[in-house]
């Protein structure tokens, strides 16, 4: 399955601005053959804490656009929300995957970033989402949960390829690059990391999207590319044989 993780700017707090940016994109994702499209954490909105300013229902306008282009291009597409369950209810950043059958799938963030006050503003998950993409199971993350290594471990057996849409700023670039190779090598699995880029909130952000083999190899990079679909394709039938070469997860304690 071909897979487009979509790195791009955001305008801040502006969901129309963002949906006509990225439905170009998209569109171009899915003219390349992807199967799935993973866009960033809010992706609409950017990483706000103004909740009073940008939640949504869990059926709002951030989710419609994603359905709307899983529809029109017969492409799963996924990006965070800020959505909340019912009026006055404290949101939480929830991953949407959205199906081309309408279909949809939602992981609310365990880890709400602390040092930011997003745990002040977002309410936590509380439980793994894996989906059957097309043969590929997933198991969605976001930004943050990248830290907790154990987690990731805990789905390692059911996972193919693991989905991790982020806002991770330029000053801890080098956290994001190594995390998400570590996640990929310690479980023999694809990791798709999606970073944003330009300036939102007053933080710099500068990608460093990628896609991570199950052997930690790089098969797309999107270091100081700016704007940019990256593009890779994931096997199960890699992950399995890595894992039949390599038993390394039957030795964990």
Partial sequence: MKVAAIQHDVV????????????????????EGARLAVLTEMYATGFSMATDRIAEPVDGASTEFLVDQAARHD???????PA??????????TLVLAAPDGTVHRYR?????????????????????????????????VCYDLRFADEFWALAPQTDCYLVPANWPA????????????????????????????????????GDSAI??????????????????????????????????FPFLADRR
Wanted: charged residues 25%; contains cysteine; negative net charge.
């Fill in 171 to 206: 000053q801890r670039r080098d956290h994001w690059r190594t995390l998400l190779r570590a996640r990929a090598i310690e479980n023999q699995a694809y990791v798709v990391g999606v970073n944003r880029v330009g300036e939102g909130g007053g933080l710099e952000y500068v």
């Fill in 12 to 31: 801040w707090e502006d969901p129309p601005a963002n949906f006509e940016r990225l439905a170009p994109l998209l569109a171009y994702a899915a003219g």
């Fill in 84 to 93: 909340r369950a019912a009026e006055g209810a404290q949101p939480a950043n």
């Fill in 212 to 245: 991570i083999g199950p052997f930690g190899e790089e098969l797309a990079d999107g270091a100081d590319a700016g704007e940019a679909v990256l593009l890779a394709d994931v096997e199960p039938s890699h992950v399995a044989s890595i894992r039949a070469r």
């Fill in 109 to 141: 963030k365990i880890h709400p970033f602390s040092y930011s006050g997003e745990h002040e503003r977002y309410a936590a998950g509380d439980r793994f989402v894996t989906v059957d993409v097309e043969g590929v199971r997933c198991s969605l993350f």
């Fill in 75 to 81: 492409l799963w597409v996924c990006g965070t929300v």
